[in-house]
C-alpha cells in the first residue's frame, strides 16, 4: 500500500483494528524504527505498523531522512519547518486512516528523538483526536506555539534515558512540568544508565500502553 511518505509497512496478515505509526529519529529512516514494530507485531496481531521516511533528506546525513532542519537555524526557523513537517505527518495520519478503514482513535503515534518532537506537536494539535502516543528521547518543540494550541488530549507516554547526550533529559522534566501547567496527566519514565535510545525496558512498557489503549487488539 502507497503513502505520500515512502514506509515501511509491518502487518501480520490477520484483520487491521488499529494503527500504530512510527516516527523515526533525526537522519534515520522508516527501516530503522521498523526494529521496534517487529518486536511489537508479535504481541499485536490485529496492528498495522507504518513506518514513514520523514518529508527531507538529512543535511548532516544524507542517507537518512529528517522531519525538519536543525543546524544553524533560530528557534522560529525550527518552529517555521516544524509545521511542514507537521502537515506531511497529518497527511499520513489521514492516508492510514482512510486506506485502512480505520477510525482517528484506532490510531497510535510513536516516536524517537526528532520522531518524538513532531509526533507531540502533531498529535495535540489535532482537532480529532489520536488514540495514544509513545515518546522517547525527545522533547517539546517549543512551548509557547504548543500551549496556544492544544486542541487534543491522547494518552502520552514520554521515556528518556538519563545519560542522554543528543536530548538531554532536563526536557522529560521540562515536558512533565508543561503537561501539569496544563491541567495535563501523563506517563513518564526515566532510565538509569541509558544514553540515546530506546532499551528492552521501554520497549516492554511502549507495547503494553500499547495494549491497554488499543483495546480491539487480540
Known amino acids: 500500500m502507497q503513502y505520500s511518505l515512502n514506509s515501511t509497512i509491518i502487518h501480520s496478515g490477520s484483520l487491521i483494528k488499529n494503527a500504530v505509526i512510527l516516527c523515526h529519529g533525526y537522519g534515520g529512516d522508516g527501516k530503522d524504527i521498523s526494529i521496534v514494530a517487529n518486536y511489537w507485531k508479535n504481541f499485536l496481531p490485529d496492528t498495522l505498523f507504518v513506518c514513514p521516511d520523514a518529508p ?3 543535511k548532516v546525513n544524507p542517507a537518512g531522512f529528517q522531519w525538519f532542519d536543525l543546524m544553524d537555524q533560530t528557534e ?14 497529518n497527511k499520513i495520519i489521514e492516508e492510514v486512516k482512510e486506506k485502512n478503514k480505520l477510525k482517528v482513535e484506532e490510531i497510535a503515534l510513536v516516536g524517537f528523538s526528532q520522531g518524538c518532537m513532531i ?20 522533547k517539546i518543540l517549543n512551548l509557547k506555539h504548543l500551549s496556544k494550541n492544544i486542541l487534543s488530549r491522547p494518552e502520552i507516554y514520554l521515556m528518556h534515558g538519563d545519560k542522554d547526550q543528543v536530548v538531554p533529559v532536563n526536557h522529560i522534566l521540562e515536558a512533565k512540568e508543561f503537561f501539569s501547567k496544563q491541567k495535563y496527566e501523563i506517563n513518564t519514565k526515566i532510565f538509569k544508565d541509558c544514553e540515546h535510545r530506546i532499551p528492552t ?3 516492554s512498557i511502549g507495547l503494553e500502553f500499547l495494549k491497554k ?4 487488539s487480540s
Open 56 to 58: 527531507e533528506v538529512c
Open 76 to 89: 522560529d526557523e525550527i518552529l517555521s519547518k516544524s509545521l511542514i513537517a507537521e502537515s506531511a505527518l
Open 119 to 138: 509526533s507531540l506537536q502533531t498529535a495535540l494539535k489535532r482537532k480529532d483526536q489520536v488514540k495514544c502516543l509513545i515518546g522517547y528521547s525527545g
Open 201 to 203: 525496558e521501554g520497549l
Open 213 to 216: 489503549n488499543l483495546k480491539n
